[in-house]
């Protein structure tokens, strides 16, 4: 069964970094992109960028790049998302999925972070 | 890249259809047959109803449908049923390894 298993909720301070994690299982993760996007309370999803596991290259969407991080480990089977340094506005559910020729098949359940003084 | 435009929320009752627009423009759904759509229920991860434009992958039902116009897609749902309340949300390809979301849309099932 595939499966994008990510990390828990959190809870940060302004300026404080952060690393989440999407796990797979059930499938060859170095033969698919994972993608991350970005859902702000009660707002549509963002496209922030995608990791090819086999070479670690990586595409920012031009409205993320320099913003965040994404890296893989791809002998751990496990993508992630990381921040320097936080801000309010990064309060949101980030999640994880699998492109398989252009569609999005599988998801993570989603991780939600807060930003909060 | 501006997102999609979706209806806010569209509604029907139980056996009618109701239909979703996604409009963008000609570097996204007019440019590719690479639009697909999800379902989120409330606190779920989302899960795909239809790829590339008109496909099902297996176990969605057939009340779910796609079509694309230009650049506008469309996601109808026949014969609704309670289950079917939810977010919808569509994406496109839009080249370059670069995807764009729409803004969603809430089916409310009267």
């Known amino acids: 069964e595939v499966q994008l298993v990510q990390s828990g909720a959190e809870v940060k301070k302004p300026g404080e970094s952060l690393k989440i994690s999407c796990k797979g299982s059930g499938f060859s993760f170095t033969s698919y992109w994972i993608g991350w996007v970005r859902q702000m309370p009660e707002k549509g999803m963002e496209w922030m960028g995608i990791v090819y596991p086999a070479d670690s290259d990586v595409r920012y969407s031009p409205s993320f790049r320099g913003q965040v991080t994404i890296s893989v480990a791809k002998s751990d089977s496990t993508a992630y998302l990381q921040w320097s340094s936080l801000k309010a506005s990064d309060t949101a559910i980030y999640y994880c999925?699998?492109?398989?020729?252009?569609?999005?098949?599988?998801w993570g359940q989603g991780t939600l972070v807060t930003v909060s003084s | 890249q501006s997102a999609l435009t979706q209806p806010r929320s569209v509604s029907g009752s139980p056996g009618q259809s109701v239909t979703i627009s996604c409009t963008g423009t000609s570097s996204d759904v007019g440019g590719y047959n690479y639009v697909s759509w999800f379902q989120q229920h409330p606190g779920k991860a989302p899960k795909l109803m239809i790829y590339?434009?008109?496909q099902r992958p297996s176990g969605v039902p057939d009340r779910f449908s796609g079509s694309k116009s230009g650049n506008t897609a469309s996601l109808t749902i026949s014969g609704l049923q309670g289950e079917d309340e939810a977010d919808y949300h569509c994406?496109?390809?839009?080249?370059?390894?670069?995807?764009?979301f729409g803004t969603g849309t809430k089916v409310i099932v009267l």
């Open positions: 999925l699998r492109l398989d020729d252009y569609q999005f098949d599988y």
């Open positions: 994406y496109s390809y839009a080249g370059t390894y670069t995807y764009v």
């Open positions: 590339d434009v008109s």
